[in-house]
């Protein structure tokens, strides 16, 4: 899946919005062996950024972002974006807060592109939060079931 979003995360960097990849492909990134077929990030929720992120998929080939406005993006928790790939964006995700997690965001390089993901603490202590059958199949892959 990575492979198809290399320009995608190209863009976020041009247009620097702050992001971090979450969910399922940040399991498959921290050693979680199982399959996702979209990609969720956590955005910072503010105007400035939201105009970024939508300009920034704009660029990226994603042109459902022009179907939606900054103002929308950040009433609602999450936006989804459907073209070659799918993309949800949430402003806010049980467990964690995006300032906390934007400042132990771990940079993970591609092909030669740099992206940011959620730590695998916060990740564990979001999944944790969630409490759906797959987040907690994914904390105890994490090797932190036991741990509190």
């Given at each position: ?8 995360f ?100 591609f ?38």
């Open positions: 899946m990575l492979d198809k979003l290399q320009n995608v190209s863009s976020f960097q041009k247009h620097q919005v702050k992001y971090v990849v979450i969910g399922g492909v940040a399991s498959v990134l921290h050693g979680v062996p199982r399959a996702t077929f979209d990609l969720d990030v956590l955005i910072e929720a503010s105007k400035d950024n939201a105009v970024r992120l939508l300009a920034a998929l704009l660029e990226a080939g994603l042109g459902t972002a022009g179907m939606t406005s900054p103002d929308d993006l950040l009433a609602h928790e999450i936006t989804i974006f459907k073209d070659k790939v799918r993309i949800d964006v949430q402003t806010s995700t049980p467990g964690v807060v995006f300032a906390t997690v934007w400042e132990r965001k771990v940079p993970m390089t092909h030669g592109q740099t992206f940011f993901v959620i730590s695998k603490e916060d990740l564990i202590a979001s999944k944790r939060a969630a409490g759906r059958p797959v987040d907690l199949e994914d904390v105890r892959a994490l090797g932190e079931e036991g741990k509190q």
